[in-house]
């Protein structure tokens, strides 16, 4: 593999492939479940810390191995092979593939803005109970242009990559800048932070916010939680390709610092731009969850309805290029190993796996036309906390099992830092089980169902 990317163009991997659509849309959600502006902006930050922290981790075990893979390598160096192939199976399966579809699905709904005839709701084709629609025929010709366009090189994915990012964070800082100087509502923003810090959930029985504490309010943390933590994931894609990152050992232990203290700083603004133009009212049932569409209503008027569907557009390319991109190499460490298909293994001429891309993209568009792709992303987030905790146990593993590799970046406040993400993982995934059965045990039952597929694989092979 080529050694093409740079620091730059880590962090922007990092940065484009955690920002989608899932910004502009899952503050709704979250008001729904804390109500309160104080809470809201709590839940943001305690994700961006939970997402610094166990960043700052994966850096050692980053510098130790530099390989492609990453996160899958990781797991087979700490605890085995089967393990590892848990987390690529549930990765290929679901996790990658499912979020290219519906980051894909997001790119299309926003281009009907503009352009209505790619629209959900126009039908091309019906058969029975399945339809064809417009928007799942632009997603599929997306993931497949991109994926064309990474078989031809790495170096072509990355320029792409960092471009889109850049115009992303300067996008993104353009709407939050005019959202708090030209939009600024100071009534809004006082009847919003004049009883912050009551935590409040909608009622549908009483059809009204009602005050919540104790159990309940650990209950609305974890569910509220749910949707940024999708919306701050993929942050590790960094370390698939670590195969190709000039200087591996450093640059991609700081690109994930760099990259996720970005997001976690813009994510906070855009809610505190939110705050400043919106009611908590507004946020909590904006049509279709889309807050950043009455937000850029409000700063720009009828016109912030097409510039926000161009942003989302601009986030959501390049957000599926990043998982695109990284994705396949993971597969191809699996082949490797000889827990895939052996064709993933393979690079093509211009020394990038474009079986596994191709495979990936053949998966994804599947996802794209069943309709389902965001009740499986809602089922493994249950299961990408549990990987990402045995990931960062991993680390006290290793000190133990492989004392003597050189590690030319130790985890940044070892052990209580990678010890406090543990804890705090694990505590949203038992809060998982009890508050939100819906988003685990499915979950759960697509990574077992790997461990016949790994045998049957290793068997073959």
Not at 18 to 44: C, T
Not at 101 to 128: C, H, M, R
């Amino acid at each position: 593999m080529k050694k093409e990317l740079g620091l730059l163009d880590a962090t922007m991997l990092v940065v484009g492939s955690m920002i989608g659509s899932g910004i502009f849309i899952v503050s709704a959600d979250i008001v729904r479940y804390v109500g309160s502006a104080g809470w809201l902006l709590i839940i943001w930050l305690l994700t961006g810390i939970i997402t610094l922290t166990a960043a700052l981790s994966y850096g050692e075990l980053s510098a130790m191995y530099p390989t492609a893979g990453g996160q899958y390598v990781y797991l087979r160096e700490a605890y085995n092979k089967l393990v590892a192939f848990l987390y690529g199976w549930a990765l290929f399966a679901v996790v990658q593939t499912g979020t290219i579809a519906a980051v894909g699905v997001a790119f299309a709904k926003f281009t009907a803005y503009l352009f209505p005839v790619v629209s959900d709701e126009n039908i091309l084709w019906q058969l029975g109970g399945f339809q064809l629609n417009a928007a799942q025929i632009v997603s599929i010709a997306i993931i497949v242009l991109l994926t064309w366009l990474n078989t031809k090189g790495v170096k072509n994915g990355k320029i792409l990559q960092t471009v889109l990012t850049i115009v992303k964070i300067l996008s993104l800082g353009g709407l939050i800048l005019m959202g708090l100087i030209a939009a600024f509502n100071a009534d809004v923003w006082t009847l919003n932070w004049t009883d912050a810090w009551t935590a409040k959930t909608w009622d549908v029985s009483q059809d009204s916010f009602v005050n919540i504490g104790g159990a309940a309010l650990f209950a609305a943390i974890v569910s509220a939680m749910v949707g940024s933590l999708f919306s701050s994931d993929a942050w590790n894609n960094v370390t698939f390709i670590a195969g190709e990152i000039r200087n591996p050992q450093k640059n991609i232990g700081l690109s994930l610092f760099l990259g996720t203290l970005i997001v976690t700083v813009i994510y906070v603004s855009t809610n505190v731009m939110y705050l400043a133009t919106l009611s908590m009212q507004e946020i909590a049932f904006a049509p279709a969850d889309r807050v950043a569409v009455v937000a850029s209503h409000a700063i720009f008027g009828n016109v912030g309805t097409v510039i926000i569907a161009i942003m989302i557009m601009i986030s959501t390319f390049g957000c599926n290029n990043g998982l695109i991109l990284s994705g396949a190499r993971v597969y191809y460490t699996m082949a490797n190993d000889g827990v895939f298909f052996k064709k993933a293994g393979i690079l093509n001429k211009f020394e990038v796996p474009g079986w596994g891309l191709w495979a990936q993209c053949f998966w994804a568009s599947a996802l794209c036309l069943t309709g389902r792709y965001s009740d499986l992303l809602n089922y493994v987030i249950f299961v990408v906390l549990i990987f990402y905790a045995l990931t960062i146990i991993g680390v006290f593993i290793l000190r133990k099992k492989r004392p003597d590799i050189e590690r030319p970046y130790k985890a940044f406040g070892y052990p209580v830092l990678p010890a406090i993400y543990v804890v705090a993982a694990l505590s949203i995934c038992i809060g998982l089980l009890i508050y939100q059965p819906t988003f685990t045990w499915p979950g759960l039952i697509i990574v077992l169902i790997g461990v016949p597929i790994y045998y049957l694989m290793g068997r073959k092979n």
